[in-house]
């Protein structure tokens, strides 16, 4: 005797619908206020001054008030100088009886008072006067700003949900028979 044994699995049919998800959204609204920074620079430029008067004044270029100043010291001085001589040679005079004043009077006219002792120098013995004046530099700064103003939108969401069918299309099962009329019983 022998068993016969006959299965048939099982069939399971699986149908799906996926989701649905639908978004919107506006764009958010973006108002914007600038108000730009200023700067405010003022300067006022520095300044050399060179003056070469009293260098032009020792070379002898000399503006025609100044010609005539130095002049006019050079004059008076010589005048001095010559009343002086005139003085001190009449009080000479005047003490004739003491050894004869008038031959060194004559000597000191004619030649004495024309004597020069010359010397060489630079011209001019003096630089330039240099003054400088500072510039200024006044920096004003006036900060700006940004006012920024957002208005959002909400997204619009769609959800279509999504499905899963399952069914059994076919059962299992399991069939038994007995073929034959034998039963062996040896082990």
């Known amino acids: 005797m022998r068993i016969q044994m006959q299965s048939t699995p099982m069939k399971i049919d699986v149908s799906t619908q996926n989701a649905v998800v639908e978004m919107s959204q506006k764009p958010a609204s973006v108002n914007m206020q600038i108000k730009h920074p200023k700067v405010k620079v003022e300067s006022t430029l520095p300044k050399v001054e060179i003056s070469q008067k009293q260098a032009f004044s020792e070379s002898g270029l000399k503006s025609a008030l100044e010609m005539t100043f130095d002049n006019a010291n050079v004059a008076r001085e010589l005048l001095l100088q010559g009343m002086a001589r005139a003085s001190r040679q009449g009080d000479q005079l005047r003490e004739i009886h003491k050894p004869d004043p008038i031959p060194d009077?004559?000597?000191?006219?004619?030649?004495?008072?024309?004597?020069?002792?010359?010397?060489?120098?630079?011209?001019?013995?003096?630089?330039?006067?240099?003054?400088?004046?500072?510039?200024?530099?006044?920096?004003?700064?006036?900060?700006?700003?940004?006012?920024?103003?957002?208005?959002?939108?909400?997204p619009t969401i769609n959800v279509t949900p999504g499905k899963v069918n399952v069914n059994v299309s076919q059962y299992n099962s399991l069939k038994m028979n007995v073929v034959g009329s034998e039963f062996d019983m040896r082990l």
């Open 105 to 154: 009077i004559a000597r000191q006219n004619a030649v004495e008072q024309f004597k020069k002792d010359y010397n060489l120098g630079t011209m001019p013995k003096s630089g330039p006067e240099i003054h400088v004046i500072e510039g200024q530099l006044d920096i004003q700064v006036e900060e700006g700003s940004v006012e920024v103003e957002v208005e959002v939108n909400k």
